[in-house]
C-alpha cells in the first residue's frame, strides 16, 4: 500500500466548520464567550452533566481541578494525590504545579488503575484520587469511584479519551467531583486545542471559571452582555489565562454533532481488529465494548521496536500509548509497578481514526501479523 497510514488522524467536516467560524469573524467575536457558552449548553445537554466550562486545553483544566479542590478542602502542600504512571503526563503535571505529591498506584490488563493496588496506596495524607481512562476505556472506574466516596477522598476524572463513552447508559463524569474532557487535535472530537471541565458542584464551576481568567471576577463577555461595556471589575487573586474562545468553540460545536456517529465507527473498527488478530497477539480489551470512545485501538508485542520498524517500512505508523511516567526525572520512584513497567514496554497503539476503510484495517492486520514474526 503507497499512502501513509498515521495512527491518529482528525476528520473536520469543513464546510460546517467554516459557517460556524465565519459567524465569529462576522459578528466580530472570536474570543472568550457567544460560542463558548453555546458549546457549554450543548455539551451539558449531551452529556447530561450539571455543569460544563470551555477551556484552552485540558490540561489547563487538570490543574484548575486540583487547585480548586486544594482550595475546597484546604489542602497542604505535599498531601497526596492517588494517581496512574500510565498517562500523559499532564495528569501528574497539574498535581505537581500545586505543589501536592503524586503517589503512584500500579494498572492492571485494561491499562487503567488497579482498585486493589490504589487501596494499598492510600495514607493519612491522602485527598484525592485521579482516574484515567485511557483509550475510552471505564474498566475499573466505578470501583475507585466508589473507593474514594468510602475514604472521604476527592476523586477526579482524566476523561481526555472519553468524549462519547458511556458506562450503563449514562455519559462519564457521573458521581464525580469533576471530570476534564479534551478536545486536542487528534481526539475524538477534535478542535485545534481545547477542553471542558465538568464540576458537580456549580460553586466549583463558578470558582475555576474566576481562576481562569486571571482572577478576574467579571470576563469581557459578560460585562458587554447588557449593551453597555462595564469597564470595571476587580481581582480577588492571582489567576491564570486558560480560558477558551469562540473560533475552537466552533469547530467543537460542528464535531459534537458527529461524535457518537463517529466512535461507533470506531468501534467497528476495532472489531475488525479484533476479528483479524484474535489468537495472533494480545488486545487491551475494553469493559464497555459498546459504549466505549474508542480513542485508541491496543495490543501487547515483545520486541517493540522490530515491530514499529516492520509497520513503518510499510507505510503503517503506530503510536505508543504511554511510557511510564516513573521514567521521567520529574517521576521518579524507589519502588516498582510491575504491571505499569511490563506495558509500558510492549503496549503499542495500532491505527485507529475514521479514514480508514475495512481494506486499510485488514492490511494493517495482515502486516502486523508479519511484523510478529519479524519481531521473534
Known amino acids: 500500500m503507497d499512502k501513509k497510514i498515521q495512527v491518529l488522524k482528525p476528520r473536520y467536516r469543513v464546510e460546517e466548520c ?40 485540558a490540561t489547563s483544566g487538570l490543574h484548575l481541578a486540583v487547585r480548586v479542590l486544594k482550595d475546597k478542602f484546604n489542602w497542604k502542600e505535599d498531601d497526596e494525590i492517588i494517581t496512574t504512571p500510565f498517562t500523559f503526563i499532564s495528569t501528574n503535571h497539574a498535581i505537581k504545579y500545586e505543589n501536592l505529591t503524586p503517589v503512584f498506584a500500579d494498572i492492571d490488563e485494561s491499562l487503567n488503575l488497579s482498585p486493589k493496588s490504589v487501596k494499598e496506596k492510600i495514607t493519612d495524607k491522602t485527598r484525592a484520587i485521579i482516574f484515567v481512562g485511557v483509550g475510552g476505556n471505564t474498566k475499573n472506574m466505578i470501583e475507585i469511584i466508589n473507593i474514594a466516596k468510602e475514604n472521604n477522598l476527592a476523586i477526579i476524572l482524566d476523561a481526555a479519551h472519553m468524549a462519547g463513552s458511556y458506562y450503563q447508559g449514562k ?14 487535535a487528534v481526539k475524538n472530537l477534535p478542535t485545534a486545542d481545547s477542553g471542558m471541565m465538568c464540576f458537580s458542584d456549580e460553586e466549583d464551576d463558578k470558582k475555576a471559571r474566576e481562576l481562569s481568567w486571571l482572577g478576574i471576577n467579571k470576563d469581557t463577555f ?39 456517529m463517529d466512535n461507533a465507527y470506531r468501534r467497528q473498527i476495532a472489531y475488525w481488529y479484533e476479528s483479524n488478530l484474535k489468537d495472533k497477539v494480545k488486545i487491551i480489551e475494553h469493559e464497555n465494548k459498546h459504549e466505549t470512545s474508542r480513542h485508541l485501538f491496543q495490543i501487547v508485542v515483545e520486541n517493540r521496536e522490530k515491530v514499529i520498524e516492520y509497520l513503518t517500512n510499510n507505510n503503517i505508523f503506530p503510536g505508543v500509548h504511554y511510557k511510564e511516567n516513573t521514567q521521567y526525572k520529574p517521576y521518579k520512584i524507589n519502588y516498582v509497578l510491575p504491571n505499569a513497567k511490563y506495558y509500558s514496554d510492549r503496549v503499542l497503539t495500532l491505527p485507529i481514526h475514521t479514514h480508514l476503510t475495512k481494506e486499510d484495517v485488514d492490511y494493517i492486520s495482515e502486516i502486523v501479523i508479519k511484523a510478529l514474526d519479524y519481531a521473534k
Open 18 to 57: 467554516l459557517n460556524e467560524i465565519r459567524e465569529c469573524l462576522e459578528i466580530g467575536w472570536t474570543g472568550m464567550g457567544f460560542k463558548t457558552v453555546e458549546f457549554e449548553n450543548k455539551w451539558k445537554e449531551y452529556t447530561g452533566l450539571k455543569n460544563a466550562y470551555f477551556l484552552n486545553s
Open 171 to 184: 455519559h462519564v463524569g457521573f458521581e464525580t467531583d469533576v471530570a476534564v474532557f479534551s478536545f486536542q
Open 222 to 260: 459578560e460585562r458587554s452582555k447588557q449593551g453597555t461595556y462595564k469597564w470595571d471589575y476587580d481581582v480577588n487573586e492571582v489567576g491564570f489565562k486558560y480560558h477558551g474562545n469562540s473560533i475552537m468553540s466552533a469547530l467543537g460545536l460542528v464535531g459534537l454533532k458527529y461524535l457518537d
